[in-house]
């Protein structure tokens, strides 16, 4: 396990977090030694927008409650926990706001960058922003510069769009959780939510990386829908 401290806070990488990543970015697929440099700046840029979007939570948590926050990065993402945190509802709601506002950031950075200093090669190529948002590998094919900014993008366009969903333990799920009173109200929600994303996932996209995710959060909300006293 790695760990360091960044801004005062204690940071842990588990290795199933570089592992995932890894098999994220196409580990898997490569045939040559050559071939590693795609899933390595992959996992740089995943590694890069998983932690700004849990320092978000963080930074945003000590400075509203105090205590003393620590951050864990782990197979599919990270988790911020807090000890001593004193924080009103409000506060906790930025909180929770705050990560996905870092990896949106991150990823309006990206297009700026790009759309100032690669735009040329990407009009040379006949490429669009839309293609940089929904596939890396095609800029893969062009230069490792603009596969990265396009990891970056597609991180901090979709992810942060799928983090604000309400769905149960997604930031979105744990936001209405601060102002709906009723766990079963959240959980459900969860659920419905959860359902209809992955049907509409699989019905435009065709793939079935989103609709496992989905249906596993509706599993889980479900269950914890069933457990929930009110």
């Given amino acids: 396990m790695i760990h360091f401290t960044l801004f005062g806070i204690p940071v842990y990488i588990r290795p199933s977090f570089w592992v995932v990543l890894a098999i994220f970015g196409g580990a898997l697929s490569i045939n040559s030694v050559e071939g590693l440099i795609y899933p390595a700046l992959f996992v740089i840029?995943?590694?890069?927008?998983?932690?700004?979007?849990?320092?978000?939570?963080?930074?945003?948590?000590?400075?509203?409650?105090?205590?003393?926050?620590?951050?864990?990065?782990?197979?599919?993402?990270?988790?911020?926990?807090?000890?001593?945190?004193?924080?009103?509802?409000?506060?906790?709601?930025?909180?929770?706001?705050?990560?996905?506002?870092?990896t949106l950031l991150l990823g309006i950075i990206s297009l700026w960058i790009t759309w100032n200093i690669v735009a040329p090669v990407m009009t040379a190529h006949n490429l669009t922003f839309w293609d940089l948002a929904i596939s890396p590998f095609t800029a893969a094919a062009i230069s490792p510069q603009l596969y990265i900014l396009s990891c970056l993008i597609m991180i901090g366009e979709w992810w942060t769009i799928l983090n604000l969903l309400?769905?149960?333990?997604?930031?979105?799920?744990?936001?209405?959780?601060?102002?709906?009173?009723?766990?079963?109200?959240?959980?459900?929600?969860?659920?419905?939510?959860?359902?209809?994303?992955?049907?509409?996932?699989?019905?435009?996209?065709?793939?079935?990386?989103?609709?496992?995710?989905?249906?596993?959060?509706?599993?889980?909300?479900?269950?914890?829908?069933?457990?929930?006293?009110?």
């Fill in 166 to 230: 309400p769905i149960y333990p997604l930031d979105g799920g744990q936001l209405i959780a601060q102002f709906i009173r009723s766990p079963k109200k959240v959980f459900m929600t969860g659920f419905i939510t959860s359902i209809i994303i992955g049907l509409l996932s699989f019905q435009l996209f065709h793939g079935y990386f989103i609709p496992i995710f989905m249906a596993l959060f509706a599993y889980s909300n479900y269950r914890e829908y069933r457990n929930a006293p009110f």
């Fill in 45 to 102: 840029a995943g590694f890069v927008a998983i932690l700004s979007h849990e320092m978000g939570h963080a930074l945003v948590g000590r400075r509203l409650g105090g205590g003393q926050q620590t951050i864990v990065l782990e197979l599919f993402g990270g988790l911020t926990s807090s000890h001593g945190m004193q924080l009103t509802r409000g506060g906790r709601a930025l909180m929770i706001l705050a990560g996905p506002m870092m």
